[in-house]
Each structure stands twice: as C-alpha cells, then as structure tokens.
C-alpha cells in the first residue's frame, strides 16, 4: 500500500486560523490533516505528471540529460525569467559545450556571456565549481547529491534540481514557485521562510516527489517530471497574482481556492523597503577613446566595466566638476544624455548621464583610475547593466 512519507504535527504547524469576509474562521490545522492524507496524495501526483506531459513549455534545456547544461540553465534561472535567460543559455552552450571548456574560460569572457543577467558571483562561482569538478571527478559531473551539493555556488535546491532532472532521483526542491503551489495546495499559512514551515515544505516536497517514482506509466521520468511540473504550475498557473485557477490541474484539492485565499497565501511577511539612489556619469571622449573603468572586487558588480561616476548624496554634483576631477580638465562640450532608470532588487537607482568632449590635455592619464578605450574595444568588455544601456546610447547615436 502506498504510504505517505511525511506526518505533520498540525495543530502546531500553522498560525492563528486565518479570516475571510463573511465566511468566518477557516479550519487550516483540520485541512491539512486531510490534504496529507494517502488519498490526496495519490490523486495529486498523477495529474501533475499528466499535466506536466501535456503543457510543459518545449524550453532549450529540457531537450537534454546533459547535467552541466541542465546545471548552467538552473544557475541562469535564479532570480531571472526563462524569457532573459533562452538567449543566454543559448550563447553559452555554443561557447562553452563542456565543462573542461567553463572551467579554463578567461575571466573577461565569462563576464561577457553573463553581461546582462546580473548577479555575477553566479557566474564565478560556475567556474570555480567546474574546475572542482575537474579535480575531484575527473571532469565528470558527479551524480551524488553530496557531492553535487559540495560544489561551489550550489545549494540545496539546485543539488536536488540536477539530481532529479538530469538523473532522475527522487530529490526534493523547493524554489519560490515550488513554495507557491504547495502552500496554496496544502493550505499552509505560517511564513515559508521561517525555519520550521521552510522545513516542513521540504519534507512535503520530499514526499511527493518519492511517492512520483511509483506511478508505473511515468516511472522512465516521473522524478524529474514531478518536480518540474512543480515549477511549471508556479510559473504558469499558479502566479504571484491573480493565479489561473480555473486550468489548474489540482484546483478541487487547493486548500487557497476552496477557501478564497489565493491572494494571502503564501504568508511571506512585509517587504523590504525601497532604496532610492542617484548617480551621476560621465563620459568623456577625447580624440574618439571614451574613460572606462574596472570595478574592483569584493564590491557590488566585481569586474564589470562602467564609465566614471559618483554617487549623489544630497549635495550636487555637476558635471563639470565631476570631469575636472576626473581627468584634470574642463570640458569644451557637454551634452546630457537620457537618464537611466534601473532596479537592482529593492534599490530602485537613476543615473544621470553626460557625455564630455575634452580639448588639448596635459596628461591622458587620468587623476582617477581608467582607461581610454575606442568604441570597438568597449563592446568586447562586459558592463554593468546601467551602464550598458548607455553605452548602447551612445552606439546608436553614430
């Protein structure tokens, strides 16, 4: 008989009973007595996989067991839609196919294949990790969870997103649409990112995908469908905001829809606040090289190019002022570009941008540190994302 792997203690697993207009107190603890039951379980799995088999999106990496391509799509997907990242994915397999390949890839060509996408410890972190791979495993990718879990810039979630596509384990996952499903499914309202909810989504996760590998017409795949028809519903269907619950596969075993609580669950706290930053940049041509610069590392941004800037910090600062400190000059013409409105999480940053013509120096060597660079040698380096979209400006303006 199958058997459920996960027993929850319910009457201590879920906040105060949460209230809806007009409908009273829901029963939440007694709800999930029963959505944890064999039966729901046995209904829950298949239609997943009979779903999962019918609308999965026909996405670039899910053409292949390839675990280094499954683990670069699975790095590029964190905190970035699947739409950025097919290009990308694309890319990045044509240049670099293995991982003895990412492993002995530059520094500066790294950078350029990530340009864009953000967060760039990712990035580093995916190299170092292939060249660990080289010398524990002799350039196979490991197929243990531990050891996959061992390497550079992998957590619990991706180990186990490798360990089930790529290899078809029954390892869980737990990403934030993964979160969404089964706290609306299951009717789980306590705070996801609290130590014991997160633990017991893990355990639920755990559950469903070891009960999925006795589904006898999925057993070729059924891990590796199981958990990415998990992601699947929480990107399609099972959204944010205003989820589609009419086409949803499980919807007559949603604790969220019986109830009306779509909207409320999951309980993720308040958010942060926003941040709000003003920049100022410049860019200074002089006889047709632009000033660029090298963000150092150990900062936000380690490595990528930008044109030289400050930040505004209530007093002004203007640009010929920013240009005289720069280069020891004043500029002969100053032209403003449109400014850059750009989002980096909760910090929400303009930058005012001014291109500097500059006459006759007594030094081209700047006071600051920078390079003069032609336009052809400034599109072979890897900006920040900000500072792309002017250089993008300015390449237009040609």
């Not at 029963?34 to 999106?57: K, Q």
């Not at 790529?166 to 934030?176: E, R, S, V, Y």
């Not at 989504?201 to 469908?225: D, F, G, K, M, P």
């Amino acid at each position: 008989m199958l058997r459920l792997l996960l027993r929850f203690d319910s009457r201590k697993s879920f906040a105060s009973p949460l209230r809806r207009a007009n409908h009273g107190p829901v029963r939440n603890t007694d709800k999930l007595a029963s959505m944890t039951a064999e039966r729901e379980i046995r209904i829950l799995v298949p239609r997943l996989l009979d779903w999962f088999s019918e609308s999965a999106r026909d996405l670039p990496w899910r053409r292949t067991r390839d675990p280094y391509a499954i683990w670069v799509s699975e790095i590029m997907l964190q905190q970035t839609q699947v739409k950025t990242v097919i290009p990308y994915w694309e890319r990045w397999m044509r240049e670099l196919p293995t991982i003895q390949s990412a492993a002995k890839a530059s520094p500066a060509k790294l950078h350029k294949l990530w340009e864009g996408l953000g967060y760039y410890t990712r990035v580093r972190n995916l190299q170092k990790a292939a060249q660990q791979i080289i010398a524990r495993h002799h350039g196979k990718f490991p197929e243990k969870f531990d050891d996959i879990f061992a390497l550079a810039g992998i957590g619990r979630y991706t180990a186990g997103a490798i360990c089930s596509i790529a290899f078809n384990q029954p390892t869980p996952i737990l990403d934030g649409n993964v979160i969404r499903v089964l706290a609306r499914v299951f009717g789980i309202t306590t705070n996801p990112r609290e130590k014991k909810t997160n633990t017991q989504l893990w355990q639920l996760a755990e559950s469903l995908v070891r009960n999925s590998s006795l589904i006898t017409r999925h057993s070729s795949l059924s891990c590796s469908r199981l958990n990415q028809s998990l992601m699947e519903l929480g990107a399609l269907i099972c959204t944010p905001r205003s989820p589609d619950c009419a086409v949803c596969p499980v919807q007559e075993l949603c604790f969220a829809r019986k109830h009306h609580l779509q909207e409320q669950i999951p309980h993720l706290g308040k958010r942060a606040a926003t941040t709000n930053s003003h920049f100022i940049a410049l860019v200074v041509e002089h006889h047709g090289r632009f000033l660029a610069r090298q963000r150092p590392a150990g900062i936000v941004n380690a490595h990528l190019w930008e044109f030289p800037n400050v930040e505004i910090n209530g007093s002004p600062v203007s640009p010929e002022k920013l240009c005289e400190t720069i280069v020891g000059s004043t500029p002969t013409a100053l032209e403003k570009l449109p400014a850059i409105k750009h989002s980096i999480t909760r910090y929400r940053i303009t930058l005012e941008a001014w291109r500097a013509d500059i006459g006759c120096l007594s030094s081209t060597k700047p006071k600051l540190p920078g390079r003069w660079l032609t336009s052809a040698q400034l599109q072979k380096l890897a900006f920040t994302s900000a500072h792309k979209k002017i250089l993008v400006r300015l390449e237009a303006r040609r």
